[in-house]
């Protein structure tokens, strides 16, 4: 629904090699012409390369226009659906799931950019952590969906894909992205049950003539509790925790699985493997999707949670204070001072302890778990996102095209 890709499909997966050779043998097969070693970093290809490729496209019949919307594909895949924190290239191992150019919708596109969003997530949460990589607008919009408060403009409910919505956000509201993190801590500490909005694709929220069949039909596997599979990339799609989000009452969640090693592999070093094989538990649940569904008797979406409550309240605690958790950040810099004013001041006496919250204002633990993920969201991304993914949100709308089998309109829609 954010970016228009489709869900239920084939797992993204297959093999990976690190010869230059095949990967070459590759680039012949569907572009007629390869880069050149300098041109590519590992396994990994420069965006150069297929931005100037891309380029020189002449639009005169249906393979060129093919090989033109697989450059722009790969482009999608090395900036925002699987970039990495270089941002400078793609990895050539999704270039033979395009080879039929056909079949491509066939794949769960979208299921992978989500593994790869919580990956992402997962990495961001070591303390060595100082930069997030992965889908980053896909992160951005769901916090303006979910949390309207936060976004800087409305967004046009008459627009799809949604990330459409706000595509040219910076040139209503330039100043959104100078607002400092403590102020929007402050606004997650202030949220109240309401602020959060669970369904936010039904009636009201998305125009229903707007949404694809396709994906209004495929829309009974969202709530599927599987692994989401990337080539190497497996994480789990833990919705149990999430049920209100489609209308179901919230109990107490499941054990995640344990994915064990799947959970650790990355692309370092040579890899010659066979994805599909290594992961194939994990594929045939994913295979297996449709038994997987959550289904429960339908509930008001204030349905009373006590039972949850408790268990919530038990395991993570009472309330949560994102401004109490790290010192307060000077947007200027800090204030300089010379070594003698230093020592002339009298050591200031110990700050009080701060007052507890009031009560009313985490009343209700659902608002506690979004703190929670948002205060991640929030001080890994910081102000990268609001500087940088804009630029990328301009052209989403390519994605939608494409799915509608129209050509594309000109080498402008190019991320740059």
Same mark, same amino acid.
């Not at 230059?20 to 990994?44: I, N």
């Not at 069949?213 to 969202?222: A, E, G, K, P, T």
């Given at each position: #629904?954010?970016?228009?890709?489709?869900?239920?499909?084939?797992?993204?997966?297959?093999?990976?090699?690190?010869?230059?050779?095949?990967?070459?043998?590759?680039?012949?097969?569907?572009?007629?012409?390869?880069?050149?070693?300098?041109?590519?970093?590992? =396994?990994?290809? &420069?965006?150069?390369?297929?931005?100037?490729?891309?380029?020189?496209?002449?639009?005169?019949?249906?393979?060129?226009?093919? #090989?033109?919307? &697989?450059?722009?594909? #790969?482009?999608?895949?090395?900036?925002?659906?699987?970039?990495?924190?270089?941002?400078?290239?793609?990895?050539?191992?999704?270039?033979?799931?395009?080879?039929?150019?056909?079949?491509?919708?066939?794949?769960?596109?979208? =299921?992978?950019?989500?593994?790869?969003?919580?990956?992402?997530?997962?990495?961001?949460?070591?303390?060595?952590?100082?930069?997030?990589?992965?889908?980053?607008?896909?992160?951005?919009?769901?916090?303006?969906?979910?949390?309207?408060?936060?976004?800087?403009?409305?967004?046009?409910?008459?627009?799809?894909?949604?990330?459409?919505?706000?595509?040219?956000?910076?040139?209503?509201?330039?100043?959104?992205?100078?607002?400092?993190?403590?102020?929007?801590?402050?606004?997650?500490?202030?949220?109240?049950?309401?602020?959060?909005?669970?369904?936010?694709?039904?009636?009201? $929220?998305?125009?229903?003539?707007?949404?694809?069949?396709?994906?209004?039909?495929?829309?009974?596997?969202?709530?599927?509790?599987?692994?989401?599979?990337?080539?190497?990339?497996?994480?789990?799609?833990?919705?149990?925790?999430?049920?209100?989000?489609?209308?179901?009452? %919230?109990?107490?969640?499941? %054990?995640?699985?344990?994915?064990?090693?799947? $959970?650790?592999?990355?692309?370092?070093?040579? &890899?010659?493997?066979?994805?599909?094989?290594?992961?194939?538990?994990?594929?045939?649940?994913?295979?297996?999707?449709?038994?997987?569904?959550?289904?429960?008797? *339908?509930?008001?979406?204030?349905?009373?949670?006590?039972?949850? #409550? $408790?268990?919530?309240?038990?395991?993570?605690?009472?309330?949560?204070?994102?401004?109490?958790?790290?010192?307060?950040?000077?947007?200027?810099?800090?204030?300089?001072?010379?070594?003698?004013?230093?020592?002339?001041?009298?050591?200031?006496?110990?700050?009080?302890?701060?007052?507890?919250?009031?009560?009313?204002?985490?009343?209700?633990?659902?608002?506690? *778990?979004?703190?929670?993920?948002?205060?991640?969201?929030?001080?890994?991304?910081?102000?990268?996102?609001?500087?940088?993914?804009?630029?990328?949100?301009?052209?989403?709308?390519?994605?939608?095209?494409?799915?509608?089998?129209?050509?594309?309109?000109?080498?402008?829609?190019?991320?740059?």
């Amino acid at each position: #629904m954010i970016l228009g890709l489709p869900t239920n499909g084939l797992p993204v997966t297959g093999q990976t090699m690190s010869s230059f050779e095949v990967m070459e043998a590759e680039c012949l097969h569907q572009f007629g012409v390869a880069p050149r070693k300098e041109e590519c970093r590992g =396994s990994f290809i &420069k965006l150069t390369w297929f931005r100037g490729l891309k380029d020189r496209i002449v639009l005169t019949d249906d393979i060129h226009i093919q #090989m033109y919307v &697989k450059c722009h594909i #790969m482009l999608l895949f090395g900036t925002i659906l699987f970039g990495d924190k270089s941002g400078a290239g793609v990895h050539w191992k999704f270039l033979p799931l395009l080879r039929n150019f056909s079949g491509i919708i066939q794949f769960s596109w979208g =299921s992978a950019c989500l593994a790869h969003l919580y990956r992402s997530l997962c990495r961001a949460t070591r303390v060595d952590c100082k930069e997030i990589d992965g889908p980053l607008t896909l992160l951005l919009t769901w916090a303006w969906i979910r949390l309207p408060f936060l976004a800087p403009i409305s967004g046009n409910l008459r627009l799809f894909s949604i990330a459409n919505r706000w595509r040219n956000w910076d040139r209503e509201n330039y100043a959104y992205r100078y607002h400092s993190l403590p102020h929007y801590r402050r606004l997650l500490d202030d949220i109240q049950e309401g602020h959060f909005v669970w369904q936010a694709y039904g009636i009201g $929220h998305v125009g229903p003539d707007l949404i694809p069949l396709d994906i209004r039909h495929n829309s009974v596997i969202w709530s599927v509790t599987v692994p989401l599979i990337s080539f190497e990339c497996v994480e789990w799609h833990a919705t149990d925790r999430i049920r209100r989000q489609f209308g179901l009452s %919230q109990g107490v969640p499941n %054990q995640e699985w344990d994915l064990g090693a799947s $959970h650790g592999e990355v692309l370092t070093g040579p &890899k010659n493997q066979d994805w599909a094989n290594t992961h194939s538990f994990w594929v045939m649940q994913w295979t297996n999707r449709y038994s997987h569904v959550l289904v429960d008797e *339908m509930r008001p979406p204030h349905y009373s949670l006590d039972i949850y #409550m $408790h268990w919530y309240r038990g395991t993570f605690g009472d309330h949560l204070q994102l401004s109490d958790l790290v010192v307060q950040e000077n947007p200027e810099g800090p204030p300089v001072d010379n070594q003698e004013n230093q020592q002339e001041q009298p050591a200031a006496p110990a700050p009080p302890h701060p007052p507890s919250p009031p009560r009313h204002l985490h009343r209700h633990c659902h608002s506690r *778990m979004l703190s929670i993920l948002l205060h991640m969201f929030l001080t890994r991304i910081r102000l990268i996102i609001f500087h940088r993914q804009y630029r990328y949100i301009n052209s989403i709308g390519v994605v939608h095209s494409l799915r509608q089998g129209s050509k594309p309109r000109s080498p402008s829609c190019l991320v740059s």
